[in-house]
């Protein structure tokens, strides 16, 4: 996701749109790794819901890029189908380390 994040949106020119998006977006696996390597499921667990908050930041600012034309319908929705499916599967993780 991170990569097609800085691939799409790397020649932008709205710089402060730019790194916002690719920061929301790297922001999700970092903290997965870093929640990984804080030693008890509670702080991973905290981990796993600041990646679940990077994935709709991501999502909110591929509605705000379509509308500004920075990416077709079509790129959006292809997109927000990938990020939607990481959300799927960090809540799904979260759950199972839970019980």
Known sequence: MAKEIYLT???LKDF????QITR???SISNNIAEGFD???NADFRRFLYFSLGSCSEVRSMLYVAEELNYISLEK???LI???SEISKVISGFIKSISK
């Open 38 to 40: 804080r030693g008890s």
């Open 16 to 19: 402060g749109f730019r790194d």
């Open 24 to 26: 929301a977006a790297i």
């Open 81 to 83: 189908e990938q990020s």
């Open 9 to 11: 949106f790397g020649p």
């Open 76 to 78: 959006r929705n292809l």
